[in-house]
């Protein structure tokens, strides 16, 4: 597939999703980049902004098997990942899978759910894979979660540690619409749902073309030298617990990769760079318990460091 090609796909799938997603167009490449690149999204937001819809949406758009999680306190990992029951026809144990055994697996609240059951999401996120057992069950490919939570409440939710949080590509955030986009949404849904007209506009086997051609997007040297130079001010600075890993690094490179051939380059720019570090640094950035309190920012310190850390060395 030429970068042409991976151009008017990406723009015909954001095209399609904006049927129902109104007006949020910068989430809705967000997402895709985040498929695009191999990895997965942290929607992180109010209730009733859209979430779950757009994690239907885009589903629907690629043609992909789709599978919901509710994650609640009472969650078991079993009912993630899938469990061994005995099957008393054929006298033998067998693998049922749970819903993780999809294409896009939508975590709706995931904070919710315990840390013991969160885990059960860390083989999967990284590995594309799940062990129950002792068997190894291959997860579909491509394998994207779309997780959500609500930032407002505090009773009855478990913060994702750090080591959930670094294997989400991007944290984005819906957001309210505009008026104007609000106004356009209330007469659209006001007799059916447009997402109940969709239909996709590409398929998983293409999926899996447009991510091996993102990963064909040349990456200069300096531009490696100087996503380290931001990884390593991170890791170095004083205000923060735990600073940029280097699988934080990694996806910096892959999301700029994907984005970069969404604008028909074949080469990767520092101004890719910049668009995407907030959305791929700022949730990997844990600062000192002092820091937080007096209320420290890590977007407000990513968008610092892209101007005092110089492209090129």
Do not use: W
Not at 179 to 185: C, Q, S, Y
Not at 226 to 231: D, P
């Amino acid at each position: 597939m030429t970068i042409e090609q991976y151009a008017i796909i990406v723009e015909k799938l954001i095209a399609n999703i904006e049927h129902v997603i109104v007006g949020k167009r910068g989430v809705i490449e967000g997402c895709l980049i985040g498929l695009l690149s191999g990895g997965h999204i942290l929607l992180e937001d109010v209730p009733g902004v859209g979430k779950t819809v757009l994690a239907k949406t885009l589903a629907r758009s690629i043609g992909a098997s789709y599978k919901r999680i509710q994650c609640t306190p009472d969650l078991l990992p079993s009912d993630v990942t899938g469990t061994v029951i005995f099957d008393q026809n054929s006298g033998d144990f067998s693998f049922r899978e749970g819903p993780v055994f999809s294409h896009v697996v939508l975590a709706d609240e995931v904070n919710r759910a315990s840390p013991k059951t969160q885990s059960a999401l860390l083989e999967c996120m990284e590995e594309h894979q799940v062990t129950v057992d002792v068997h190894t069950h291959a997860l579909p490919d491509p394998f994207f979660v779309i997780a959500t939570q609500n930032p407002t409440e505090y009773e009855g939710v478990y913060p994702l540690p750090e080591s959930q949080l670094d294997r989400f590509a991007l944290r984005l955030s819906v957001g309210y619409p505009d008026p104007r986009a609000e106004r356009d949404l209330m007469k659209q849904q006001r007799l059916h749902h447009p997402l109940e007209d969709l239909e996709p506009v590409t398929d998983i086997d293409e999926v899996r073309q447009l991510q091996e051609t993102a990963r064909s997007v040349a990456v200069h040297d300096n531009l490696y030298d100087y996503i380290l130079r931001l990884a390593n001010a991170t890791r170095e600075h004083k205000r923060l617990l735990l600073g940029l890993s280097p699988r934080g690094a990694l996806t910096l490179v892959r999301a700029t990769q994907a984005l970069a051939a969404a604008r028909r380059r074949d080469f990767v720019t520092p101004d890719d760079v910049k668009t995407v570090a907030i959305p791929v640094m700022s949730h990997r950035l844990i600062p000192h318990p002092e820091a937080r309190m007096g209320g420290f920012s890590p977007e407000r310190l990513v968008e610092e460091l892209l101007q005092s850390v110089p492209i090129e060395a």
